[in-house]
């Protein structure tokens, strides 16, 4: 069993690596291609105004732990009648965030937007017409939920691999539409990207009612059923509502003082940044299900085991690919975009700290989701609102906008020691050897892998051999080390 178990994590894995190559390989072209036909302000405008949308993400975010969490735990149980049940209720579910979504975004986001945002009255009226194409890029998204979170709970890694193909050969079919059009290039945009998300949407759904029994709607809701699961929502969404409160508020608070183009600037690093740590969401999205699928049978043993590889091997496949960023950022910015907006290396240089933290943060989310005792989101929320206050007080003192992400990496390492802290309470474990074995495992790595290539770097030309050879030297540190 393990070893059969061992191959679909590492088939998974595999399927969804070649899923993140595709992607970020498009993705370093169009990104390129689109800021430099849409111009600093209106790809500042574009992310910022999605944005404010996001800043809605709060009502669905929950929704994606527990649809995902209750429809493995079932499978793990082998309860075909109970899946059934638990994938018709997470619909309804959704229909009714999408509705209270909708009463939300076209009231107090759209005042928001055209009283509080700083966006040129020239861009105003196409500013309005990206925030309604992203609602109806967002409700596609989150009435896509049960049927994505069915895939990951089957274990069906490999269909993610071919529609994000699909997805990606579509915005570039979008990129050269942009560059040969006349009309408002951003509304087009925004207009385009729905349209993709929503051929998406229907080819997931598609697939999973031609494979997946349980994902047929039945009007059979179980009241208890529903009631557990608003429940785990409810507290899965008071920690959830901190990450996109933060990362949105912050956003804002960067556009009030300094306007859409340093927004801009944290948009490429956000978006540099999430193509790198694809590769390692991808392998803990593989591991995800077996955590769940071990607790549900009852052999913890064997799930603290996978918690601890899979947080410690999250950090060390990120390294790879985070050291020779870090190292020559500025170089690799100016390569792939030409033209540079104003603070993006500093920004790109500590959102990669954080997402290495991250790294090792998610397998451990993940085994007290299991459990299904989520009070400590409460815990989690309170530390990730801190962000915003204390940003505001650092950006209204006269400080540069990424000091924010000073203040980000502190705030993330005291959410890893609580969610560490809370699951030792649910499950007990050695707190000391996680923290040694893990933690500090992977920090010795970084500072001793860092070393070598740091100060060769200074006598290596910024030249494109010149960064493939710095490749090869982080990467033999690494391994080394």
Known sequence: MSHNTNKRIAQNTLFLYFRTL?????????????????????????NVVGGIVLMFQFLNVGMIDVSQRFLTYELGK????QLQKVF???????????????????????????????????????????????????????????????????????VYAYVSILEVILQLAIVFLLKGSAS??????????????????????????????????????D????????????????????????????????NLFFGPAVNAARGVAYQVNAGIYNFVSNFQI????????RYAMGDTNSMMVLVHNSSRYSFFLLLYLTLPVLIKTPYILHLWLGIVPEYTVMFLRLVLIVTLINSITGPVATAIQAKGKILFQTIILVITLLDIPISYIVLKSGYPPYTVMYISILTELIALIA???????????????????????????????????????QYIPDTFTGFILICIITVSSTTIV
């Open 78 to 81: 082998n309860d075909g009648q």
């Open 22 to 46: 595709v992607i970020l390989l498009v993705s370093l072209y169009t990104s390129r291609v689109v800021l430099n036909v849409l111009g600093i302000d209106d790809y500042g405008i574009y």
């Open 286 to 293: 593989a591991m995800k299900p077996q955590i769940t699928k």
């Open 223 to 254: 009241k208890q059923l529903l009631h557990k699961m608003l429940s785990f929502a409810g507290w899965s969404f008071l920690g959830n509502i901190g990450y996109s409160l933060k990362m949105q508020g912050i956003n804002i608070l960067i």
């Open 184 to 221: 408002d290039k951003l509304i087009l945009y925004a207009i385009l990207m729905s349209f993709v998300t929503l051929l998406v949407s229907i080819t997931y759904t598609l697939y999973c009612k031609k494979y997946f029994k349980e994902c047929k709607f039945r009007n059979d809701i």
């Open 88 to 158: 018709s209720t997470s619909l309804i579910i959704h229909l009714i965030i999408i509705f209270f979504l909708l009463i939300l975004a076209e009231t107090v986001g759209l005042w928001f937007l055209n009283h509080k945002m700083n966006i040129p009255t020239s861009r105003i009226i196409a500013a309005n017409w990206v925030f309604q194409f992203s609602i109806l890029t967002f409700i596609i998204k989150i009435f896509s939920v049960p049927y994505n979170a069915s895939i990951v709970a089957h274990e069906h890694m490999k």
């Open 419 to 457: 969610r560490i802290w809370i699951l030792n309470a649910l499950i007990p474990m050695h707190i000391s050897n996680f923290i040694i074995e893990v933690i500090g495992r992977s920090l010795l790595v970084f500072i001793l892998a860092a070393i070598i290539p740091t100060g060769l770097s």
